[in-house]
């Protein structure tokens, strides 16, 4: 016999309910030391997390899009102006890290640290959550996939709000199940009540994960005829629904003028409904590609395994009368897809978009994987295994860990935009007054350019890598002469119109006092995926100094230089 030698265990338990969970009755011998597996894999979630932070990758334009609002918006107009480069965000995010950006400076360690104590703090609350509802080999399964997984690690570190939704939604869980555990009482249901209303305004998508706690709570309590938590359980719809009507006349000067902008954008993440056969296509491909990538996956089926398991593991809630955690975990997803088919939100596009549910994704597939793993033990031994599936989740968060390190960066244009940045802001400032015509004079001549693109890059990178405008100093034009010049900085992108005759009726009024001596230009071509040529984008440089400091009879030159960032 495989297990032969071996005390037989359940094969994946799940604690304080009727009977564990035993999937065809196959038995699974965990590893020796579970605690120490578990604390292990939690460090090695720590150390993934940790170490893309500290390598301090360069902005990327998401995280620029929406990082550029913290430089010309206070708190007030965060909720009364729209957000630089058409970005939604929700409220209480934004005061967060407007926050941090007053209190630390503007730069990548402080736009991206509310994102690592989230990713942290969801590594511990899922670790409990699991070790409630969990235990054996299901506990270590469901603890070692959600430590490995690559987008939880990811959004860990980036700039946007995406981590605060993984963290959010698993808060929303752990108090449901505590909600569970403690009888049920009406005091905890007031706490779900507060806590459902409080979390719209830190994450967006957290009216899914809120919505799907209130129809588990529902189930749970005509399961159980808890007739004197009617009252409570009303109260919390009733402050969900208010707390969301309300988010949305907050929101309403971000969404009004971009709302059909995003569902552009969002095309491909919305269900066809003109045709049933595609939309049912399209749904198995989003379900097992983009939207359930844990611990990893991709398109056209990538996620597929994942997704099995989770079905096995909706099998095993409901041999155990627990359907009410399924619907927990997965109703989220079928708000997620309503809101689809009202255009209002994306159903995949990008793991992103439903991050929030990845706690329950990670919780079921752990537990359908410790399933499999009993399955297996008629073949094998129950401890070769686990331990074959412990290696194999090892290599994966170490080589996510690697591939990190190796290329901290997404694309080659991103790391040459912030190498520029770093050069052109300090050697073109050191013996010159530097000037950017956008951010000091309010000079643009192209609108178009700074409303998204590779400009957030250029205006996030000005902030972070020159001394002067990360100071807030204003420039000193009293320190120009003939050796030490002005230089304006032009930010240009090709793909937008460029208002010539005003520019040059600019160029022209500056020659009444200053000598145009040189005029040099670094073209950024742009890629997709560093191969396919997209457009370029400019960065002009024009040198003066004073007419009455040139040398007398000096031809002014203009000089062109034509450099390609590599």
Known sequence: MPNEGYQTAPAAGVKGFEQTI????????????LKAWIGGFVALGVAARCLRFLICAPLWPDEAFLAASYLDHGYLQMLTEPLSYHQVAPPGYLWIQLTIVKLFGFHEYSLRILSLIAGIASLFVFRRLAAQLTDGAAYLFCVAVFSVAYPAI????????????????????????????????????????????????????????????SLAVGYNLFQHRKKELLIPYLGLNLLLVGSFVGLQVALRTMTSADLEGMRSCWEQAFPPLDNSLQTVTWFVAALTGDVTPFPIGSVRGGSSATVACCLIAVLCLRSNRRMDLAILFLAPLGLNLIAAALRRYPFGGGVRFTLYSGGGICLLAGLGAACIAAWLTQRFTSRKVVLTAMVALILLGSGS??????????????????????????NKAFDAEL??????????????????????????????????????????????????????????????????????????????????VAHEQYPFPVFYRDKDYKHTCFVDLYEFVPKAQAKAGRKVRTAFNRRSIQ
Not at 412 to 426: H, N, P, T, V
Not at 494 to 508: C, I, M, S, V
Request: include cysteine.
């Open 154 to 213: 990811r959004y860990s570190t980036e700039a946007k709000p995406y981590g605060i939704d993984l963290f959010v939604g698993l808060g929303l869980a752990a108090l449901y199940v505590e909600w569970t555990l403690r009888g049920q009482t009406r005091r905890w249901t007031w706490l779900l009540a507060a806590a459902c209303g409080l979390s719209l305004w830190f994450s967006l998508p957290a009216v899914f994960v809120a919505g799907g706690l």
């Open 435 to 516: 000037v950017c015509l956008k951010a000091d004079w309010e000079l643009d001549f192209s609108p178009f350019t700074f409303e998204g693109g590779e400009s957030s890059l250029y205006v996030c990178n000005r902030r972070i890598y020159s001394a002067r405008h990360r100071t807030g100093d204003p420039p000193d034009l009293t320190r120009i002469s003939a050796t030490r010049p002005l230089r304006c900085a032009l930010f240009r992108d090709e793909r937008w119109t460029f208002n010539q005759p005003a520019f040059d009726k600019w160029l022209q009024s500056m020659q009444d006092e200053y000598a145009l």
């Open 22 to 33: 035993d999937y065809q009755r196959f038995s699974l011998q965990p590893l020796p030391h």
């Open 401 to 426: 860990i690697l591939r990190d390190f190796l290329r901290p960066y997404k694309a080659q244009d991103i790391l040459r935009a912030r190498s520029f940045a770093q050069w052109f802001w300090f």
